[in-house]
């Protein structure tokens, strides 16, 4: 029976390459986690025309991203509850 001999340099370019793909997940992984951290950041409130106002009925009071007392999910900073910008979204 002929036993094939393993070429020890093969071998070490499937390891590499599999190390290599390891890395490279690891690092595909991180770039994906911090966009999503980017992705839920809040927006600065001059970026959204917020303003301390509402603008008729329109107040962040009734918006679905309004989190009371003085958060919203979307924009940054203290928000007043009868503020207003235009991401405005009726609560549901
Ligand atoms: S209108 Fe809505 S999205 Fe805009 S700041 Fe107020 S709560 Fe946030």
Redesign the pocket.
């Known amino acids: 029976m002929v036993e094939k001999k393993k070429d020890s340099s093969m071998e070490m370019s499937r390891r590499s390459v599999l190390v290599q793909g390891a890395l490279c997940a690891t690092g595909v992984a991180t770039v994906l986690a911090a966009n999503v951290e980017t992705a839920k950041a809040a927006l600065p409130q001059s970026s959204?025309a917020?303003r301390a106002t509402p603008n008729g009925d329109k107040e962040?009071d009734n918006?679905q991203?309004?989190k009371a007392p003085d958060a919203?999910e979307?924009?940054a900073g203290k928000?007043s509850p009868k503020?207003?910008?235009i991401?405005?979204?009726k609560k549901a």
Do not use: D, Q, T
């Open positions: 959204v917020y962040c918006c991203f309004f919203c979307k924009v928000i503020g207003y910008c991401l405005w979204h």
